[in-house]
């Protein structure tokens, strides 16, 4: 168990629906990210926090996605407007320094 | 852009040999960290192991150990006496450009440990 945890585990939504993931590291962990992870292919970086401040965003993250860390504590990531193609894993990870741990991930199935 | 590159798809091995999973990456940084991740079917992601570039001593945990070849970026893991629980998807990763630490993943090697 890395201590890191995501809720919800799964997510089905209807295309055009909001949704809203969150992400809870250790306490320790000051560096956190979210990665999306299709079938078949590793995880690919979306964005990073450094405690509370979002120092840096893929291009994969469109306008659609947002991204906060309030207090430097727990993570969320909102997807609006589902799309079919957003369909995948998402998974956080936190880390103090050069190593990262990751949660479960949250399974989206957006029909 | 930075790559990780698995060659190798799927592997199967039988229980107690030894096996090796292969990955060679693309950086232009001169010190970076490089890690193995194991994510078994349907569970979370978990560090196997991880080494920094800048030292020449191949890491070793338990029965998992890497060779590391800078010049070629070559970074490949060695399971030893692999055992059922071994069985799950292995991901090479290192990190990306900047100070974020962020990590570019290969995509991923499925083995499979037989009985």
């Known amino acids: 168990d890395t201590g890191v945890s995501q809720d919800p585990r799964h997510k089905i939504t209807k295309r055009g629906q909001n949704v809203t993931f969150r992400c809870d590291p250790i306490s320790e962990h000051n560096r956190l990210y979210w990665y999306r992870q299709t079938l078949g292919q590793g995880p690919e970086f979306l964005t990073y926090?450094?405690?509370?401040?979002?120092?840096?965003k893929s291009r994969l993250l469109s306008d659609r996605f947002s991204a906060e860390r309030p207090k430097g504590s727990f993570s969320t990531l909102e997807i609006q407007r589902t799309e079919q193609g957003d369909s995948a894993m998402y998974l956080c990870?936190?880390?103090?320094?050069?190593?990262?741990?990751f949660g479960p991930g949250t399974r989206l199935t957006v029909l | 852009a930075q790559t990780v590159t698995q060659s190798q798809p799927e592997m199967s091995v039988q229980e107690a040999e030894t096996v090796t999973l292969s990955c060679t990456y693309d950086?232009?940084?001169?010190?970076?960290?490089l890690f193995w991740y194991k994510q078994p079917p349907s569970r979370q992601m978990i560090l196997v192991i991880r080494?920094?570039?800048?030292?020449?001593q191949n890491a070793t945990e338990n029965r998992f150990s890497v060779n590391f070849q800078k010049a070629a970026k070559s970074f490949s893991l060695k399971i030893s006496d692999s055992q059922l629980g071994d069985t799950a998807m292995y991901f090479c990763a290192s990190e990306g450009r900047g100070a974020t630490n962020k990590l570019i993943f290969g995509t991923g090697t499925l083995l499979a440990v037989q009985p």
């Open positions: 990870a936190g880390g103090q320094s050069d190593t990262q741990y």
């Open positions: 926090f450094q405690n509370e401040a979002q120092l840096e």
């Open positions: 950086t232009s940084e001169n010190n970076y960290y």
């Open positions: 080494q920094e570039a800048y030292k020449q």
